[in-house]
């Protein structure tokens, strides 16, 4: 899909109007719509016309002939009962792919929009409830719409049907069918008043359900270590209990409700049926025994109908709480506003901060105040202070994760505020303190993202990043599948990878934050060698708080609280005997 195309999905689904943008949805596809209702109403004609048939051929038995008029109304059977198998797979092909597209949209409009969301909102959400929009929410969608095209269509073509018939055969009848419609709209007024506040709580449970189980899938390893098994498996029984009496509570509801609709229209069908009867045998009107069939069958199609209907609303209120909650995402206004603006197309390297102030809540102290600093092309600038002193926040703002509250962010002379961020970030690399690996091969780490890239350009990373030992020490080469963030390999190992990773893309800018803190001695060793291949001739930004591994930085910047306290050399710092060098003391010792 196009951009655009996710953007006309983005604003066809209004979480405040979820059944006009159902109705907006399904107009994307109108053509293959129209077309499908087209086919369901001929497919669908033996449901009206067989109690027609019914109705001519008790008449001939009554009168005892002509037995030509049997063989003309069998014939007429034969030929509306054989056209439904045709006329069904094109109703199938054709309403039921408009349906599945709309459900692929719905997930790549998410993906796309989850893409543009600000990395604050990624901070925010919890990704175990995302994940649910994406699959379930739109799962429910798909159901919906499968569920209730098809009862939703026959009952209509049997109401245009049966007050055809009926205003053929027996018009002063017309007026009983009328009772059916406020019943209905009786008993729908009834659900509707609960059911969209038990739907709403049922998805909050289950959203709160999955992020219990993805939080326990990530602490699988603290929770082991600690013995803590039975206090994890406590926290998913909880909220399985919550989503348990959610959805029992739901259930009631639904059954109560169905067995009332079940109940009042068959009541209603029985009373049609023995009105028409009586009608006939007192002689009120000419109703032949073959007419009360035929209203009696038509009553009963009607009650069914309806009865059918009235059986989807559960599944229907549903479908229309996840579409408030896809559009919880789409209507997610936190973006990172990249449309539109100029896209870069060469980076130099130069990075520049003039009063960068960076504020996550207004009334609390900024985590950036008043941050003035020139990154010149090719330098090595490295970051140090204490936790919370704002090191992180720098690097996000440079990479454009954040936008300056007050202030502005110069790349290559140019504010930030006025470029393409995605453009500028295919010149970046980051090499995290936890490398992130994805479940594919050594090889499709590497090249992640690039397209085709050829063999010698991957080696040559591979070499640089001192990570070709690990390739040739694995069965399978390159092709070995490292397993879920990596599993497969050391924490030394998915560094050196992630640093080959950096290394194919030659970027020009570069970031590292924490890069070889989690690392054994030797490990740490082989990825600082690697380290420095990486970062020579580019503009490269380093969070450290090891100070050991950034005494070659060409200037070291100390942070504390949120802005620049000490800038220099190392051995400029430690001589000044400030706050850079209190820390080279406490680590010295």
Known sequence: MHWQAFSQIERAVDGRRPTRSLLTLLAMHRGRVA?????????????????????????????????????????????????????????????????????????????????????GFH?????????????????????????AAHPLLSATMVLAGAITMTAINVPQFLPVYALAIPLAVLLRAILNRRSRARNESFRREVEEFSARVGEMATLLPITRAHGLERVAVRRVAHGADGVRQAGFALDLLNGRFASLSWVSLQLLGVGCLVLAAWISVSGWLPITAGQVVLLSSYFALLTQAATGLLMLLPIIARGTESVRSIAEVLQEPDLELNEGKRPVERVAGDIRLERAEVRYEFGEPPALDDVTLEIRPGETVAFVGSSGSGKSTLLNLVLGFLRPTRGRVRLDGVDMQELDLRTFRRFVSVVPQESVLFEGSIRDNIVYGLGEVDDERVLAA????????????????????????????????????????????????????EATSALDPESEAKVKEALARLMRGRTTLVVAHRLSTIRSADRIVVLEHGRIVETGSHDDLVAAGGRYAQLHRVQSA
């Open 35 to 119: 077309a499908s209702v087209g086919f369901f109403a001929l497919k669908d004609t033996p449901l009206w016309l067989m109690p027609v048939v019914t109705a001519q051929i008790i008449d001939v038995v009554v009168a005892g002939g002509p037995l030509r008029s049997l063989a003309l109304w069998a014939g007429i059977a034969l030929v509306a009962l054989v056209q439904n198998y045709p006329n069904h797979v094109a109703y199938t092909r054709l309403f039921m792919g408009a349906v599945r597209d709309i459900g692929r949209d719905l997930r790549n409009a998410l993906a796309e929009r989850l893409q543009a969301l600000s990395i």
């Open 123 to 147: 901070t925010r959400a919890n990704s175990a409830i995302v994940q649910t929009k994406v699959v379930r929410d739109v799962e429910n969608v798909e159901v919906m719409l499968q569920q």
């Open 462 to 513: 591979l070499r640089d990043a001192n990570a070709l030992e690990i390739v040739e020490s694995q069965p399978r080469g390159w092709d070995t599948i490292v397993g879920e963030r990596g599993a497969r390999l050391s924490g030394g190992q998915r560094q050196r990878l992630s640093i080959a990773r950096a290394l194919v893309r030659d970027p020009r800018v570069l970031l590292l934050d």
